[in-house]
T-cell receptor, first 118, second 106 residues
Framework: QMQLQESGPGLVKPSETLSLTCTVS????????WSWIRQPPGKGLEWIGY???????NYNPSLKSRVTMSVDTSKNQLSLNLRSVTAADTAVYYC????????????WGRGAQATVSS | SYELTQPPSVSVSPGQAASITCSGD??????VCWYQKKPGQSPVVVIY???KRPSGIPERFSGSNSGNTATLTISGTQAMDEADYYC?????????FGTGTKVTVL
């Protein structure tokens, strides 16, 4: 059974880059589209972007200028880089698998807390 | 950009039905998914493709989608259903989440 696990530094300084990794176990990363989604404290879910193993990506227009996603098929890992962070980027970050029909997310990681603070 | 609007909160008595709406332009032309989100847990799909239930999701969860509104109905609401619920759709190559609804079981 496929599982997802996010990891990364819990604390990032303002203006720096937030970097997170999602490790996929129990299956190959190659066959699916993957997304990152976040939830700031007390707020709703926000889609960040998606990536396919070919490197094809699409990002939320509101974050596009600061986001880069990548895939390492040799390690079965996804990565998220978010540049020039501010306190507004403080959130729980989830990686999620896009369902086969492309319409929703059918498998989620447990989430990683990222706090932006000096 | 596309927007999905939900009521901030819904209250329901145990055993009664709770309905949560999700509004968006021509939403009926898109597939809607509903997620249940409890504090400290990852979101869980309770309805996908407007009205389909994943395996393991109780039959009391049902969905519909027509016109500009999708609806999630929880029949015979139980205390364990207390959570935040989010609708979600795919539009113009982006995924959009609704604003979220807190369901309180009184």
């Amino acid at each position: 059974q496929m599982q997802l696990q996010e990891s990364g530094p819990g604390l990032v300084k303002p203006s720096e880059t937030l970097s997170l990794t999602c490790t996929v176990s129990g299956g190959s990363i190659r066959s699916y589209y993957w997304s990152w989604i976040r939830q700031p404290p007390g707020k709703g879910l926000e889609w960040i972007g998606y990536i396919y193993n070919s490197g094809s990506t699409n990002y939320n227009p509101s974050l596009k200028s600061r986001v880069t996603m990548s895939v390492d098929t040799s390690k079965n890992q996804l990565s998220l880089n978010l540049r020039s962070v501010t306190a507004a980027d403080t959130a729980v970050y989830y990686c999620a698998r896009v369902a086969g029909d492309g319409q929703n997310f059918d498998l989620w990681g447990r989430g990683a807390q990222a706090t932006v603070s000096s | 950009s596309y927007e999905l609007t939900q009521p901030p909160s819904v209250s329901v008595s145990p055993g009664q039905a709770a309905s949560i709406t999700c509004s968006g332009d021509n939403l009926g032309e898109k597939f809607v998914c509903w997620y249940q989100k409890k504090p400290g847990q990852s979101p869980v799909v309770v309805i996908y493709q407007d009205n389909k239930r994943p395996s393991g999701i109780p039959e009391r969860f049902s969905g519909s989608n027509s016109g500009n509104t999708a609806t999630l109905t929880i029949s015979g609401t139980q205390a364990m259903d207390e959570a935040d619920y989010y609708c979600q759709a795919w539009d113009s190559s982006t995924y959009v989440f609704g604003t979220g609804t807190k369901v309180t079981v009184l």
